[in-house]
């Protein structure tokens, strides 16, 4: 059996996957860690207006890093992915924390501004302790 030296020989680097190939891969990254940032701060429901504009930037560079990937510029789809999707859920619950809470003030805002009247005119601790039974019991209702 007689075989050739090309057959032998072995395949040359420039054969590879990634053959001169400079992938650019900063937006799939950025939206990954753009996305678990969004997420953490949706969850620490005080930084909701954080997340809701970090939601939609990595909603944004999840959605550039998917179309690079599927160009064959870069090859982390899965993380331009991931950032996209955590970055969506981040964007819902901060739309959803703006809502209760705007909601929320909205339904109280006579509670809130007679509990205003009522610290204001309270001169003794124990009247302010009194104003805020009041109104943690107008809450509660």
Same mark, same amino acid.
């Given at each position: 059996?007689?075989?050739?030296?090309?057959?032998?020989?072995?395949?040359?680097?420039?054969?590879?996957?990634?053959?001169?190939?400079?992938?650019?891969?900063?937006?799939?990254?950025? &939206? #990954?860690?753009?996305? /678990?940032?969004?997420? !953490?701060?949706? +969850? =620490?429901?005080?930084?909701?207006? $954080?997340?809701?504009?970090?939601?939609?930037?990595?909603?944004?560079?999840?959605?550039?890093?998917?179309?690079?990937?599927?160009?064959?510029?870069?090859?982390?789809?899965?993380? &331009? #992915?991931?950032?996209? /999707?955590?970055?969506? !859920?981040?964007? +819902? =619950?901060?739309?959803?924390?703006? $809502?209760?809470?705007?909601?929320?003030?909205?339904?109280?805002?006579?509670?809130?501004?007679?509990?205003?009247?009522?610290?204001?005119?309270?001169?003794?601790?124990?009247?302010?302790?009194?104003?805020?039974?009041?109104?943690?019991?107008?809450?509660?209702?």
């Amino acid at each position: 059996m007689s075989s050739t030296a090309e057959e032998q020989s072995p395949p040359s680097p420039a054969s590879g996957p990634v053959a001169g190939i400079s992938y650019r891969n900063g937006m799939g990254t950025t &939206a #990954l860690v753009v996305g /678990v940032v969004a997420l !953490v701060l949706a +969850v =620490l429901l005080i930084f909701f207006p $954080i997340a809701f504009i970090l939601g939609i930037l990595a909603v944004i560079f999840g959605f550039v890093g998917i179309r690079r990937a599927d160009r064959g510029q870069a090859n982390n789809r899965g993380h &331009a #992915l991931a950032g996209l /999707v955590c970055g969506a !859920v981040a964007f +819902v =619950l901060a739309v959803s924390i703006a $809502i209760r809470l705007g909601t929320f003030i909205n339904d109280h805002t006579g509670d809130f501004r007679d509990f205003w009247t009522c610290i204001t005119s309270a001169p003794t601790e124990s009247e302010q302790q009194a104003c805020g039974e009041s109104l943690a019991r107008r809450l509660d209702a």
